[in-house]
């Protein structure tokens, strides 16, 4: 039952990645979205402290900052390639962290994965392939390519991150250690403030809706997530199931992009069909999960 944890997380990254892109067309930048982001998630991660640990000797701190640091890069890189490339694309492409997962589970923790995971993870591998031939002529190579590239950064980011959570969190508790490491990321957001194109306060006040609602919901899904990872230590199976994400993404351009002003189902059928079939071969990856 725990594996529906990360299916709700994967709808709730959809809806954060569509109210992120709708902020970045209204002006807001890769680096502000990312100060925001963090600083929303640090206060929900606070919420898990009265579920709580302890804290090892001090020399350990240098676990939660090193996660802390894997977190901050996959959202930069997340961040990235939502300003570069279509949420229908990009987001699939994060699903090869599936794979990533599955290896560093064995390498990192000796954990097992069996045969059936593998074939899932595979599965969800050649999904992401075929999303990514749902492209249009007309689309700028480059852009496209700069996308595909920093949704793979962010999958490598995230796939490590969540590999040492499930490694480091237990002797911390999870009502300490994700607090900690989420305060640590918020804090190392305040060196991208030199960065920014304006101060906060002069972001566009329509652009503030999808960057708050797009913070909220990515803040939420990441508690969902990361607790389910702490506590359970199920990596390959939750990735799976989370990387459902792909065929929310599709669906959600299809359906409901244009509440959030999103044109990429305009690209036309042929290329959403081919995002929508790859997306289907990632529910496959995802019912192999739970048989």
């Known amino acids: 039952m ?98 990533l997962v599955a290896w560093l589970s064995t390498t990192i923790l000796g954990l097992p994965v069996s045969p059936q ?3 899932a993870a595979g599965l969800s591998f050649i999904g992401v392939a075929v999303i990514n031939r749902g492209t249009t002529p007309g689309q700028k190579r480059p852009y496209r390519g700069r ?30 250690f994700l607090p900690i490491m989420a305060a640590m990321s918020a804090a190392c957001s305040i060196g991208f403030m030199p960065l920014f194109r304006a101060p906060l306060h002069q972001i566009e006040k329509n652009a503030w809706r999808p960057l708050l609602t797009g913070a909220g919901l990515m803040g939420a899904q990441a508690v969902v997530l990361i607790t389910t990872l702490a506590v359970f230590k199920d990596g390959t199976a939750v990735n799976i199931v989370y990387s459902a994400r792909g065929l929310w993404s599709v669906v959600a351009v299809i359906y409901i992009g244009r509440w959030f002003e999103n044109e990429e189902k305009l690209l036309g059928k042929s290329a959403m069909r081919w995002r929508l079939l790859g997306a289907s071969l990632l529910c ?8």
Request: proline share 5%.
């Open 2 to 99: 725990h594996l529906l944890l990360p299916l709700l997380s994967s709808i709730l990254f959809t809806l954060a990645a569509l109210s992120f892109k709708q902020a970045a067309t209204r002006g807001v930048g890769v680096f502000r979205a990312t100060f925001i982001s963090n600083w929303t998630t640090a206060l929900l991660f606070m919420s898990l402290w009265p579920l709580g640990g302890t804290i090892p000797e001090g020399i350990l701190f240098w676990q939660p900052a090193v996660v802390a640091l894997l977190f901050v890069c996959g959202q930069v890189s997340t961040f990235l390639a939502f300003q570069y490339g279509d949420v229908s694309v990009t987001t699939p492409v994060m699903g090869l962290k599936v794979i």
């Open 117 to 119: 995971l593998w074939a």
């Open 147 to 176: 996308a595909i590239w920093f949704a793979f950064q962010a999958a490598c980011a995230y796939a490590l991150f969540d590999t040492l959570v499930m490694k480091w969190a237990p002797a911390w508790g999870p009502g300490r």
């Open 284 to 291: 496959a990856a995802i019912v192999l999960v739970f048989l």
